[in-house]
């Protein structure tokens, strides 16, 4: 038995000096010090300590939870369950890659005649043949593998086989927004300050819930909240900051995976093309993450991997937005087909996630534009690019983002020289070589040692002809002096406006869209990207087309003005054009 301790007495001596004691001065430093370090609650409030409490709880479980599940991803082999559950899903293991097209079959329909029983018994085997033959049919047609290119037509047919794969996505799609609203709402409990804190504060954390939803999401969300982070414009500083970080804080996939993909593609073990590769990326982007590596000749390079099953994933999100702007098109009651916006967009991020055509498109992109000295596009490793992998010179350098987190002369003076060396670029993209950058956000600029601007990514490129050139000129010109007859005149050069259209009257909606325009020290006060809404606007209205390289032109410009926008509010890329 273990000893019992016997109890021992405990006196309390309460009573104190009729004497005025003095508090030692230590002990009032430390009084001093234990106030200070009481730090007023954000929130404010016993409510917003309690939703502080309950955030740190909430951050503690996904901690233990997230070892939790990396211990038994190992234990239980969960990667690979799940790859073969996702494969069943989505019926991959029947897929032939040899297979051809198919006709959805008739519905076998009755024969009621008169019949004996051995007859009526004969015809019930023969129905029962027919009816056998027509979901073995059915099932052949499941064998047939989601197209290399995007194709509206073959695509609409995979997924009309596969509607649990559609069904599934869109409850997770509401799911993750729903989920959002409510935390949305919860971090706005308790929050106290003044208006404009309040509002900015509530602006960021909104911010921050649709960057979480859209990395939650996929590659295909991840790309429109890149598109949108270009826009503060638009969607306010606050909220285009949070989503900024979609272009340099998304979440890697596992190096072994992305190795494994390395050797598949280019047929042998990675260490025989490159003597070093880093263990972590140095990038990660939507479909693909880069890993800095040395060839065996000294160059260092930049390796580019594309993500694990992206293909289907991407198709799958743009099918669904095709059924919704199909949805739209007949609630509208509209002429157009709305569909075909998601049709040029599919074709665009099918297309970048070829990483044959990207090396094309940097060599060409690289050789057209080499006459210019200040634009630097990095050299392409052919025998070390396949479809999944792509090796391109490193480039260093800084990119707008970073530069504009450093306040200091020195990063303003290049940030200021990348502006102006930013509009030129784009002029000669635009007006001379007619081959276009049509993504060049934060993330695919860089300023290098040497004072050039470098261009990253050439997964989306805009070709233009000449007769399309010249109009953009003049619509530019037209644009900055504000002349909106003769842009109408443009975008009719520019397939635009179609044949049969009332000039007249187009012309005079857009001037009402436009409205007269305002000079600001002898200059006019023209914003493009107000102005590209309002023809956006108005071209709906007259069931325009919109050719696919003017989509891309305008996605180009918009997200260059964006830059400059983040840059300076009072920066107009009109202005800049006008200085050019």
């Keep these: 038995m273990a000893s019992v301790s016997p109890p021992v007495a405990v006196l309390c001596y309460t009573q104190t000096s009729p004497r005025t004691r003095r ?121 047939k ?68 939803t859209m990395l939650n999401l996929g590659p295909t969300f991840i790309k429109v909240g890149q598109s949108l982070s270009t826009r503060p414009d638009i969607i306010g500083h606050e909220v285009s900051k949070a989503l900024s970080e979609l272009n340099d804080q998304i979440p890697p996939f596992p190096r072994a995976e992305a190795m494994k993909i390395i050797e598949e593609e280019l047929g042998s073990p990675m260490h025989a093309y490159f003597s070093y590769i880093s263990e972590k990326p140095v990038a990660a982007a939507s479909f693909g993450q880069v890993y800095k590596a040395t060839t065996h000749d000294g160059f260092d390079v930049a390796v580019k991997v594309q993500r694990p099953n992206l293909r289907h994933v ?69 025998h070390l690019s396949k479809k999944r992998v792509l090796t391109m010179e490193w480039m260093a350098g800084d990119s707008p983002s970073e530069l504009m987190s450093v306040s200091s002369e020195e990063s303003n003076r290049k940030l200021l020289d990348l502006v102006n060396k930013g509009v030129e670029a784009s002029l000669i993209q635009l007006l001379e070589t007619g081959l276009m950058h049509a993504d060049p956000h934060s993330g695919n600029l860089r300023y290098t040692s040497s004072g050039k601007i470098g261009f990253l990514d050439f997964g989306l490129l805009c070709r233009m002809e000449k007769k399309h050139q010249f109009a953009m000129l003049s619509s530019v010109v037209h644009i900055v002096n504000g002349d909106w007859a003769s842009l109408v005149h443009d975008l009719t050069e520019m397939d635009v406006v179609r044949p049969g259209t009332n000039i007249r009257r187009f012309t005079m909606d857009l001037e009402d869209a436009l409205g007269e325009v305002e000079f600001k020290n002898g200059m006019p006060d023209v914003k493009f990207s ?20 003017y989509v891309l032109v305008l996605r180009s410009l918009a997200s260059l003005e964006g830059n400059f926008f983040s840059l300076d509010e009072q920066q107009k890329l009109t202005t800049l054009f006008r200085h050019a």
């Excluded at 519905?107 to 008169?114: D, G, H, I, L």
């Excluded at 051995?118 to 056998?132: G, I, N, P, R």
């Excluded at 794969?165 to 003044?194: D, N, P, Q, Y």
């Excluded at 199909?326 to 040029?344: F, N, T, V």
């Design 530 to 549: 107000r102005v590209l809404g309002n023809i956006w606007s108005v071209a709906l209205k007259y069931h325009c087309r919109m050719p696919p390289y």
């Design 145 to 212: 593998p989601l197209p290399e290119m995007y194709d509206a037509d073959v695509v609409t047919e995979y997924f009309t086989l596969r509607p649990h794969v559609v069904a599934l996505r869109l409850l997770e799609v509401f799911t993750a927004f729903a989920s959002a609203t409510i935390k949305f709402r919860i971090s706005r409990i308790g929050s106290e300050g003044e208006d404009d804190a309040r509002e900015s504060i509530s602006d960021y954390n909104f911010g921050i819930v649709l960057k979480e």
């Design 314 to 382: 991407v198709v799958r999100d743009i099918y669904i937005l095709r059924i919704g702007l199909g949805l739209l098109q007949k609630i509208a009651k509209r002429k157009s087909d709305l569909r075909l916006y998601a049709d040029e967009l599919g074709k665009g991020l099918i297309g970048e996630l070829d990483y044959n055509l990207e090396a094309a498109n940097a060599f060409g992109f690289r050789e057209v534009h080499s006459r210019f000295t200040f634009i630097s596009v990095p050299q392409v490793f052919r």
């Design 23 to 143: 508090n030692h001065p230590n002990s009032s430093r430390k009084n001093l010090s234990s106030q200070k370090k009481q730090k007023p609650s954000k929130n404010g409030g016993g409510l917003g300590n309690i939703v502080e409490v309950v955030q740190k709880d909430v951050e503690f479980l996904k901690a233990g939870f997230s070892k939790g599940m990396q211990w038994a991803n190992k234990a239980f082999r969960i990667p690979e369950v799940s790859k073969s559950v996702e494969d069943l899903i989505w019926l991959r293991n029947i897929e032939d890659s040899r297979a051809t097209s198919f006709r959805f079959p008739s519905w076998p329909q009755p024969y009621y005649a008169e019949l004996s029983g051995v007859d009526l018994f004969l015809a019930d085997l023969k129905a029962m043949e027919v009816y056998a033959s027509y979901f073995y049919y059915l099932t052949k047609m499941w064998t």
